[in-house]
């Protein structure tokens, strides 16, 4: 069963950086999707980054020029730097994981592997 562990959450003042990790274990797949979500009680999850086995990312707007997604593929570990943390980037962040057909377009996927997500908290 494929397991999804995020790590690197913590609590940043304005302008910090911070980068969270995703273990995917159990999981090795040539054609893939990888994504990070976050989520704020009260509010829907949003969607920010996600990758694909080639490489090609794709950001929410809210994020652009600020967050960057990576991937380990031999390690099974998708990234994400986030640069200029702003007060509403706190959120609980998770990550999300599936096998896909090639050319899927992983930004608009909907994920079935998801992680319990950690916390980002950026405040003064």
């Known amino acids: 069963q494929v397991q999804l562990v995020e790590s690197g959450g913590a609590s940043v003042q304005p302008g910090g950086l911070l980068t969270l990790s995703c273990v995917v274990s159990?999981?090795?797949?040539?054609?893939?999707?990888m994504g990070w979500f976050r989520q704020v009680p009260g509010k829907e999850r949003e969607g920010i980054a996600s990758i694909d086995s080639a490489g090609q990312t794709t950001y929410a707007d809210s994020v652009k020029g600020r967050f960057t997604v990576s991937q380990d593929k031999y390690e099974n570990i998708v990234y994400l730097r986030m640069e200029n943390l702003r007060p509403e980037d706190t959120a609980m962040y998770y990550c999300a994981a599936d096998p896909v057909v090639f050319g899927t377009n992983c930004y608009t996927w909907n994920f079935k592997n998801w992680g319990q997500g950690t916390q980002v908290t950026v405040s003064s």
């Open positions: 159990d999981y090795q797949y040539i054609n893939d999707c």
